[in-house]
């Protein structure tokens, strides 16, 4: 019993770190820029596209995820500078025009990739035998990798001049302009950072699961609710609420209903809500990164 309470614990921290992993760019660009950008999922998806012919053309998966990472960085500040700075002071329009991106997004997605299922060989197959669990190798590994990623992200804001300026900004965007942080340069950065985020989670994404034009629907869902359960802007909110959310997905597919996996989050949103009305690590009237 204990065993196979360990084994559901392990498998949801696995898939836990990859829904964090997307939940930080949508919450980074909540925090400093008031957007809830929903296609922020399209990115994830065509992060995924950017590994799979990586993978499928013999570059290999890690070429292929760095190459997903900096594609849509290169993309999201494209994004940055042509719609979303204009729409900073109304939030209704940014949050209209990233619904729009996703139209636009998906449909040249699956005229350009066709609708088909797509996967590619994971650069671990197979599984591992550890404590008397079986584990699956890409699996762990999408968790070390995920760790490594935040870890460094949350380095960068804390320990560079850069990171500090982001918090700053998180905190009080006039306060920031006042002491000399270059507003317009700020976002246009933390617009990339996210996007980034999100290619990177679509290479892990896809090393795990099929491939569509239409996937981008799932992980997006994940990352609205971790970014509302952590607390709005808050990015080690953020990472706790993905494992959190990981670990009921996976408890309660292994011992109420496989069925009702993706319902489980809303669940979980509702109920956390209920005691901590501004999230896991929100501050009530601030966004915090």
Not at 25 to 43: E, P, R, S, Y
Not at 51 to 62: D, E, K
Not at 79 to 108: C, K, N, P, Q, W
Not at 126 to 136: C, E, N, Q, Y
Request: charged share 10%.
């Amino acid at each position: 019993m204990l065993l196979d309470i360990a084994q559901t614990a392990v498998d949801g921290l696995m898939v836990g770190g990859l829904y964090a992993t997307v939940a930080v760019g949508v919450t980074l660009v909540f925090g400093i820029m008031g957007i809830l950008n929903f296609a922020h999922g399209q990115m994830v998806m065509l992060g995924a596209y950017v590994a799979f012919y990586s993978v499928t053309t013999g570059l290999g998966f890690w070429p292929g995820l760095a190459l997903a990472a900096l594609s849509m960085a290169l993309f999201g500040l494209i994004l940055e500078r042509l719609i979303f700075r204009h729409t900073l002071t109304d939030h209704m329009a940014g949050l209209t025009v990233s619904l729009g991106i996703i139209m636009v997004v998906e449909h040249l997605a699956s005229a350009v990739f066709t609708p088909d299922h797509r996967t590619f060989d994971p650069p671990l197959a197979g599984s591992v035998r550890f404590a008397g669990m079986t584990l699956s190798a890409q699996r762990l590994l999408v968790l070390a990798l995920v760790l490594l990623l935040v870890g460094a992200f949350y380095l960068f804001l804390q320990r560079t001049r850069f990171g500090k300026a982001i918090r700053a900004m998180g905190q009080n965007r006039t306060g920031a302009a006042l002491v000399g942080v270059q507003i317009t340069h700020v976002t246009a950065a933390v617009f990339a950072i996210g996007s980034a985020m999100a290619g990177a989670a679509g290479a892990l994404y896809g090393s795990l699961f099929a491939i569509t034009p239409y996937m981008a629907a799932a992980p997006l869902m994940k990352g609205l609710i971790l970014t509302v359960l952590g607390g709005l802007g808050s990015v080690p909110g953020a990472v706790a609420a993905g494992f959190l959310l990981g670990l009921a997905e996976s408890f309660g597919s292994r011992y109420l209903s496989a069925s009702f996996r993706d319902g489980y989050g809303f669940v979980l949103m509702i109920v956390a809500l209920l005691y901590f009305p501004t999230g896991l690590f929100g501050v009530r009237g601030t966004a915090r990164v």
